[in-house]
Protein backbone atom coordinates (compact mmCIF):
# COMPACT_ATOMS: atom_id res chain seq x y z
CA UNK A 1 0.00 0.00 0.00
CA UNK A 2 1.47 3.35 -1.15
CA UNK A 3 1.83 5.85 1.53
CA UNK A 4 0.95 9.36 0.85
CA UNK A 5 2.27 12.70 2.39
CA UNK A 6 1.13 16.47 0.97
CA UNK A 7 3.34 19.41 1.68
CA UNK A 8 3.02 23.03 0.11
CA UNK A 9 -0.56 24.55 1.63
CA UNK A 10 -0.44 27.91 3.46
CA UNK A 11 -2.28 31.27 3.70
CA UNK A 12 -2.36 33.34 0.72
CA UNK A 13 -4.08 35.96 -0.57
CA UNK A 14 -6.83 36.09 -3.47
CA UNK A 15 -4.83 35.99 -6.86
CA UNK A 16 -1.97 34.29 -5.66
CA UNK A 17 -0.06 30.96 -6.36
CA UNK A 18 0.84 27.96 -4.52
CA UNK A 19 2.48 24.44 -5.64
CA UNK A 20 1.17 21.84 -3.67
CA UNK A 21 3.39 18.35 -3.74
CA UNK A 22 2.48 14.62 -2.84
CA UNK A 23 5.00 12.81 -1.81
CA UNK A 24 4.82 8.67 -2.21
CA UNK A 25 6.33 6.06 -0.75
CA UNK A 26 6.69 2.35 -2.21
CA UNK A 27 8.31 1.36 -6.01
CA UNK A 28 4.95 1.31 -7.52
CA UNK A 29 4.20 4.89 -7.52
CA UNK A 30 3.93 4.42 -11.50
CA UNK A 31 1.12 1.90 -11.57
CA UNK A 32 -1.08 4.26 -9.63
CA UNK A 33 -3.46 7.23 -10.80
CA UNK A 34 -2.91 9.91 -8.61
CA UNK A 35 -5.84 12.73 -7.80
CA UNK A 36 -6.22 15.78 -6.02
CA UNK A 37 -9.26 16.81 -3.54
CA UNK A 38 -10.77 19.46 -1.23
CA UNK A 39 -12.70 19.70 1.67
CA UNK A 40 -14.12 22.85 2.57
CA UNK A 41 -15.17 23.33 6.55
CA UNK A 42 -19.08 21.82 6.80
CA UNK A 43 -18.48 20.27 3.12
CA UNK A 44 -18.16 17.37 1.96
CA UNK A 45 -14.91 16.46 0.07
CA UNK A 46 -14.51 16.86 -3.87
CA UNK A 47 -12.74 16.26 -6.55
CA UNK A 48 -10.07 18.74 -7.89
CA UNK A 49 -7.72 17.16 -10.54
CA UNK A 50 -6.42 13.66 -11.47
CA UNK A 51 -3.43 12.31 -13.33
CA UNK A 52 -2.98 9.08 -15.27
CA UNK A 53 -0.12 6.77 -13.99
CA UNK A 54 2.14 8.25 -17.51
CA UNK A 55 0.51 11.47 -17.46
CA UNK A 56 -1.16 11.64 -20.57
CA UNK A 57 -4.39 11.79 -19.32
CA UNK A 58 -5.56 15.19 -16.63
CA UNK A 59 -8.52 15.60 -15.27
CA UNK A 60 -9.89 18.65 -13.67
CA UNK A 61 -13.24 20.09 -11.73
CA UNK A 62 -15.03 23.15 -13.84
CA UNK A 63 -14.15 25.00 -10.94
CA UNK A 64 -10.45 24.96 -11.15
CA UNK A 65 -10.20 24.28 -15.04
CA UNK A 66 -7.28 27.07 -16.59
CA UNK A 67 -6.24 28.07 -12.95
CA UNK A 68 -4.74 24.80 -11.49
CA UNK A 69 -2.32 22.38 -13.51
CA UNK A 70 -1.76 18.53 -11.64
CA UNK A 71 1.76 16.98 -12.88
CA UNK A 72 3.76 14.06 -11.71
CA UNK A 73 7.36 13.28 -11.95
CA UNK A 74 7.48 9.77 -11.21
CA UNK A 75 11.42 9.48 -11.02
CA UNK A 76 10.71 11.25 -7.73
CA UNK A 77 7.62 9.80 -6.59
CA UNK A 78 5.91 12.61 -6.56
CA UNK A 79 2.82 14.65 -8.00
CA UNK A 80 2.34 18.22 -7.50
CA UNK A 81 -0.96 20.73 -7.88
CA UNK A 82 0.34 24.26 -9.16
CA UNK A 83 -2.45 26.50 -7.79
CA UNK A 84 -2.57 30.00 -9.65
CA UNK A 85 -5.05 32.80 -9.26
CA UNK A 86 -6.21 31.45 -6.19
CA UNK A 87 -9.89 32.59 -5.14
CA UNK A 88 -11.04 32.45 -1.10
CA UNK A 89 -13.34 29.91 -2.69
CA UNK A 90 -10.99 27.49 -3.00
CA UNK A 91 -10.14 27.49 0.56
CA UNK A 92 -9.99 24.04 2.35
CA UNK A 93 -7.46 21.10 3.09
CA UNK A 94 -6.29 19.25 0.42
CA UNK A 95 -5.94 15.91 -0.22
CA UNK A 96 -3.53 13.58 -2.23
CA UNK A 97 -4.82 10.44 -2.91
CA UNK A 98 -3.69 7.06 -5.28
CA UNK A 99 -6.12 4.90 -7.19
CA UNK A 100 -4.14 1.38 -8.16
CA UNK A 101 -5.95 1.35 -11.53
CA UNK A 102 -5.26 3.46 -14.80
CA UNK A 103 -8.24 5.04 -15.03
CA UNK A 104 -9.02 8.40 -13.67
CA UNK A 105 -12.03 8.22 -11.17
CA UNK A 106 -13.78 11.36 -9.72
CA UNK A 107 -15.20 10.12 -6.85
CA UNK A 108 -14.07 9.75 -3.44
CA UNK A 109 -14.52 5.55 -3.23
CA UNK A 110 -12.11 5.29 -6.23
CA UNK A 111 -9.31 6.27 -4.26
CA UNK A 112 -7.19 3.67 -1.87
CA UNK A 113 -5.12 5.22 -0.36
CA UNK A 114 -5.12 9.34 1.28
CA UNK A 115 -2.55 11.73 3.05
CA UNK A 116 -3.19 13.21 5.71
CA UNK A 117 -4.12 16.62 3.83
CA UNK A 118 -2.55 20.30 3.85
CA UNK A 119 -4.35 23.78 4.52
CA UNK A 120 -4.61 26.15 1.69
CA UNK A 121 -6.46 29.69 3.16
CA UNK A 122 -6.85 32.19 0.77
CA UNK A 123 -8.20 35.75 1.99
CA UNK A 124 -9.98 38.12 -0.12
Known amino acids: QVQLVESGGGLVQAGDSLRLSCAAS????????MGWFRQAPGKEREFVAA????????RYADSVKGRFTISRDNAKNTVYLQMNSLKPEDTGVYYC?????????????????WGQGTQVTVSS
Open 51 to 58: IGRSAGIT
Open 97 to 113: AARNSQWVSFEVKGYDA
Open 26 to 33: GRTFVFYT
